[in-house]
Nanobody, 122 residues
Framework: QVQLTESGGGLAQPGESLRLSCAAS????????IGWFRQAPGKEREWVSC????????LYADSVKGRFTISINNAKDTVYLQMNSLKPEDTAVYYC???????????????WGQGTQVTVSS
């Protein structure tokens, strides 16, 4: 079974950077994507980005495009989300998820991590 563990969250001031990590294990041949989602208090979960494990292709939500970068290590067991130029509206719990296709739809993902809090405030 796929297990996902996020880390790297914390407190940042507007304009600063944070890097989130998602350590993954237990992939099957059906799992080809890791996605990042976020959920702010009182709001619905929002897709942020995803990466294909087979092609390294990436997708980004318009709200983070140009500021966030998703990447994967050579061993294909850790996915990173580099978050630059952080804004207060980026404050949320960030989750990584594993699924069979890189997609903005949460229904494409079968496994989820516990989440890591990111707070952007001056």
């Amino acid at each position: 079974q796929v297990q996902l563990t996020e880390s790297g969250g914390g407190l940042a001031q507007p304009g600063e950077s944070l890097r989130l990590s998602c350590a993954a294990s237990g992939f099957t041949v059906d799992d080809d994507a890791i996605g990042w989602f976020r959920q702010a208090p009182g709001k619905e979960r929002e897709w942020v980005s995803c990466i294909s494990l087979s092609t390294d292709g990436t997708l980004y939500a318009d709200s983070v495009k140009g500021r966030f970068t998703i990447s994967i290590n050579n061993a294909k067991d850790t996915v990173y989300l580099q978050m630059n130029s952080l804004k207060p509206e980026d404050t949320a719990v960030y989750y990584c998820a594993a699924g069979w296709i890189c997609s903005s739809s949460s229904s494409r993902y079968d496994y989820w991590g516990q989440g890591t809090q990111v707070t952007v405030s001056s």
